[in-house]
C-alpha cells in the first residue's frame, strides 16, 4: 500500500480539517466573484455596446469599400447590386400579390 493510499484511510487532524476548509471558501469565494462579474449588469451592458460599435464600424469599413469598388467598375460588385436589386423587386411584388 502507498503512502497516499495510507493517508485515505488516517482521519484528518483538526488543523489538516481546518486547512482544507479554507482553501473550499476560497474557491468559493473566487467563484462567486466570478460569477458576479459575469452577471453584472452594467458590465455586460458596457461589452454589448463595444460589441455594437465594433460591428457598426466593421459593416461601415465594407460597406466603403463596396462603394468604392462599384465606382472603379468592378463587375463582381455591380453584378451584386443587380441581384440585389431584383431580389427586392420581386420580394416586393409577392407582397403586393399576396395582400390582393
Do not use: C
Not at 460588385?77 to 390582393?100: C, D, N, S, Y
Request: glycine fraction near 4%; proline fraction near 3%; avoid cysteine.
Amino acid at each position: 500500500m502507498s503512502a497516499s493510499e495510507e493517508n485515505k484511510d488516517k482521519p484528518l487532524s483538526a488543523e489538516q480539517l481546518e486547512a482544507q476548509l479554507q482553501q473550499q471558501r476560497e474557491q468559493l469565494a473566487r467563484t462567486v466573484d466570478e460569477l458576479t462579474d459575469q452577471l453584472d449588469p452594467k458590465r455586460n451592458l458596457a461589452e454589448l455596446k463595444q460589441q455594437l460599435s465594433d460591428t457598426a464600424a466593421s459593416a461601415s469599413d465594407e460597406a466603403q469599400a463596396f462603394i468604392t469598388r462599384l465606382r472603379n467598375g468592378d463587375p463582381r460588385a455591380t453584378q451584386l447590386v443587380g441581384i440585389t436589386a431584383t431580389a427586392v423587386v420581386a420580394l416586393v411584388g409577392l407582397v403586393l400579390i399576396r395582400r390582393r
